[in-house]
């Protein structure tokens, strides 16, 4: 008797299953599998791309995300997850030409957004990347992705009380989220701080 061999679908949920639970080299010997059976399935190539970014191994997850490219260019979840490999690793030009192509192939998206108005911000385009970034927040007003980067870029941008607000609100989310309990810190010291450079000195 013939064993069949497990559906690609079936495969997939498998792979989804353990990249969620962090077992990301599992879930690319999965994907992997895919492959051996058909080697144009541009979703395994993300599904890979993805997990190496997971584990912070950007050449590897890029080779995998230029495959998916070359077999679907219009791939916008293929553009996204370059540019956010683009983005983490501080190549703003590269990730805002990635991201702004996803964009197009796929509008408000807040995701895409996220990581567009980000990279816009840290580019030097900080007004720009605030409305990307303001328009990613109207858009899914509870992530707290996304209210911790805006929180962050405001406090970058010295707008203490803006940024106070939106690490409260990730909070409410996530009440034990220390690295925004370290923000909220960050914020009232840097206040602080440029309150009294912004005092005149005493003669």
């Not at 010997?29 to 059976?37: A, F, G, Q, V, Y």
Request: charged share 30%; with cysteine; net charge neutral.
């Amino acid at each position: 008797m013939i064993r069949e061999e497990p559906n690609i679908n079936y495969l997939f949920n498998e792979a989804d299953k353990l990249k969620m639970a962090g077992e990301h080299q599992e879930a690319i010997r999965i994907c992997e599998k895919i492959l051996n059976s058909d080697l144009d399935n541009e979703t395994a190539y993300e599904e890979i791309g993805d997990n190496y970014l997971s584990m912070r191994e950007y050449k590897k997850a890029e080779k995998a995300l230029i495959q998916a490219l070359r077999l679907n260019p219009l791939s916008a979840n293929a553009h996204y997850l370059i540019g956010f490999s683009h983005s983490a690793l501080g190549n703003w030009q590269i990730s805002i030409e990635h991201l702004e192509r996803a964009d197009q192939l796929q509008s408000n998206h807040p995701e895409i957004l996220r990581c567009l108005g980000w990279s816009i911000f840290h580019s030097g385009e900080r007004k720009q990347g605030l409305v990307i970034l303001e328009r990613s927040l109207a858009l899914s007003p509870n992530d707290p992705l996304i209210l911790s980067d805006l929180g962050i870029c405001y406090l970058n941008n010295k707008e203490f009380d803006k940024a106070r607000n939106l690490f409260n609100q990730v909070l409410a989310i996530e009440p034990n989220n220390e690295k925004i309990k370290e923000c909220l810190y960050a914020v009232k010291f840097f206040k602080s701080e440029f309150k009294k450079l912004r005092q005149p000195k005493n003669k």
